[in-house]
């Protein structure tokens, strides 16, 4: 099982950096090959066309000036503008094409991670802060965009640039050539190792905004908590810390960016003088080639050459910062999904309701059991009740059954099949679980009720919500049924909050109910209220109570003390008191 992280600490991504990432990506690009090959053709002419200017002023200073040939000249400056006037239509075709584009490939990426975060197994939730999933989705893909859209197209570009001008030199003057690469080479190597220690500082920089955006959240979801424990200095220290951390590289990063301006010059400075020396001694050795047109398209032709490789030595750069994004992404888009429907599972319908934990053995983390052959039978209709210590493992029996996750010995049964050869879908439908903290999502009263079958009418929703009395309650808020809640209902209490959740799974009508402590936080006013709802929704079901109160739970039919990784005692309320043991403990 991963390790544990927090926003203090930096995720570790155990693949490493490899073209194979990139290549992942192509997925994404070939349905769109026509359109890159469109602007490829498009980017290539225009290239191209981005060349002819040197070699029309060298036919000036060569020719056309010497000769005063003044139609030659107009002719000449007229092509020049049909150049630029092309070169400005394509540019603006290529980026009107790619900006969609890419776009379209993010999007497709992105609705990628978020299904897969839908089908992900909770211990994927379980080792990560919430924010650092949440920047995967949001920025890290954000600069994907970018290259997409730019850069892959330029680097194709530019390396044509680069052989094009090589021919084009070498046809000028292959001696004079080989002082242009002479000069290049040196500062290529030096750019390139700059930018593979700028590739290591991205992976860290990005680990510690990853940091940054966690704790954000969690300071976000934890408000009250932190207002009420006057954590706000200090939090606002800890955040200092976090984002001083994703600073500190960002600067190295800055600084070692603000060196490749002056490498590049220096070599291109030094270029430049052994570019002439070159050329005056053999201009003095009588070479009839060198002259003023040659030299200045030679210089020309220098920084055209130069240009393109000093790019390229960017968007290597900008591909090392993709890579490591698109690590993180794909380290979620690659995550096991460990829990799926297995291989001729079978739909899950017309339960009885027999259910049966068979030497059921369970850990969250390696080593530590928390239960150990536990051994449970169900008959149909039966409601068991479970209390114990915080901590037993109450709420994990109920996450076997409900498959959040899997037994690592044993089975558990439904009905007599292994609920492993359930489909999931079918399984979640017929085991209804109700938690501590019923999750109220934005949006209408009505709306919270139809979460579970978006199919159902008004008149369904509010027969499920009358079902379980809890109308009345409804009727009093502002706009009732259509009374706008809040994300996690802030501004509902706590007893409101629960007779929604109650009216949501009623709507939904599973055959098995789990109750997780969902009456534990229930104001006395609402007690009896949800004291009926309750008998309301288990009747005729297999039910599950997890209470600490335990007036809720003296009728069930069967309580188990669960403590030491098991069952401790079980019986009826009459028979464990009478016991005198660990549950007589807790009524008195
Ligand atoms: N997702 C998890 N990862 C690791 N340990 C967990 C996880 N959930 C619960 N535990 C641990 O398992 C034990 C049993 O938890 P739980 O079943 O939730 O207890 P309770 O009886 O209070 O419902 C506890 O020690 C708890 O810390
Ligand atoms: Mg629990």
Not at 40 to 61: D, E, F, H, Q, Y
Not at 161 to 180: A, F, G, Q, Y
Not at 279 to 302: E, H, K, Q, R
Not at 309 to 316: C, M, S
């Amino acid at each position: 099982m991963a390790k544990r992280n927090t926003y203090f600490q930096d995720e570790v991504i155990e693949r490493k950096i490899d073209i194979r990432q990139l290549g992942r990506t192509l997925r994404y690009v070939l349905p769109y090959k026509r359109v890159f090959m469109l602007v490829g053709v498009l980017m290539v002419v225009s290239s191209l066309a981005a060349l002819i200017p040197s070699l029309i002023l060298k036919r000036i200073t060569d020719v056309i000036i010497p000769k005063q040939d003044y139609a030659g000249l107009v002719y000449m400056v007229l092509s020049m503008v049909l150049l630029a006037v092309l070169e400005i239509g394509i540019t603006f075709a290529h980026s009107r094409l790619m900006g969609k584009t890419g776009h379209s490939i993010i999007a497709k990426l992105r609705q990628d991670i978020f299904y897969k975060l839908q089908e992900l197994p909770f211990d994927y939730f379980d080792n990560r802060p919430n924010g650092k999933i949440v920047v995967r989705v949001t920025e890290y893909v954000n600069g994907l965009a970018n290259f997409f859209t730019n850069f892959v197209m330029m680097l194709v570009i530019y390396i044509i640039k680069i052989v094009v001008v090589t021919v084009l030199m070498l046809t000028l003057s292959p001696t004079l050539t080989l002082v242009v690469f002479a000069t290049v080479i040196p500062m290529m190597i030096c750019v390139f190792v700059l930018r593979y220690t700028i590739r290591k500082l991205f992976g860290l920089h990005r680990a510690k905004v990853s940091n940054r955006t966690a704790f954000l959240v969690e300071s976000i979801m934890g408000e009250k908590i932190v207002k009420n424990y006057n954590r706000t200095e200090l939090n606002e220290e800890i955040y200092r810390e976090v984002h001083n951390a994703s600073l500190k590289h960002w600067r190295k990063i800055y600084l070692r960016n603000e060196l490749n301006t002056p490498i590049v010059e220096f070599f291109w400075n030094t270029g430049t003088i052994c570019l002439y020396g070159v050329a005056l001694s053999m201009l003095l050795n009588g070479d009839p080639l060198i002259n003023v047109g040659l030299m200045t398209t030679f210089t020309a032709y220098m920084s055209q050459f130069s240009g393109p490789l000093t790019q390229i030595a960017f968007i290597i750069q900008n591909l090392a910062q993709v890579s490591s994004n698109l690590e993180q992404v794909f380290d979620t888009i690659d995550y096991p999904v460990t829990i799926h429907d297995n291989e001729g599972s079978q739909e899950l319908k017309d339960v009885e309701g027999k259910i049966d934990f068979n030497n059921v053995t369970f850990a969250y983390e390696d080593g530590v059991n928390i239960l150990e052959n536990f051994n449970l039978h169900v008959r149909n209709g039966e409601t068991i009740a479970l209390v114990g210590p915080t901590g037993a493992g109450k709420t994990t029996v109920i996450n076997m059954l409900t498959r959040f996750y899997d037994v690592q010995e044993g089975s558990v049964m439904i009905d007599d099949k292994d609920v492993r050869d359930l489909t999931l879908a079918s399984l979640r439908r017929e085991v209804g679980v109700l938690m501590q903290d019923p999750f109220i999502f934005k949006g209408t009263v009505m709306e919270n009720i139809r979460y579970g079958r978006p199919d159902a009418t008004d008149e369904e929703c509010i027969a499920a919500a009358k079902a379980i009395y809890a109308d009345r309650c409804i009727d009093r808020l502002a706009n009732g049924y259509q009374h706008m809640l809040d994300e996690r209902g802030e501004g509902l209490s706590a007893g409101e909050k629960q007779l929604i959740s109650f009216a949501r799974i009623i709507l939904k009508n599973p055959s098995v109910i789990i109750l997780d402590e969902a009456t534990s936080s229930i104001d006395t006013e609402t007690e009896n209220l949800i004291k009926q709802a309750l008998d309301v929704i288990i009747k005729d079901k297999t039910a599950f109570i997890v209470a600490h109160r335990l007036s809720t739970i003296r009728n069930a039919d069967r309580i188990l003390y669960i403590a030491d990784k098991g069952i401790a005692e079980q019986g009826t309320h009459e028979e464990l008191m009478a016991l005198k043991g660990l549950y007589y403990a807790l009524n008195v």
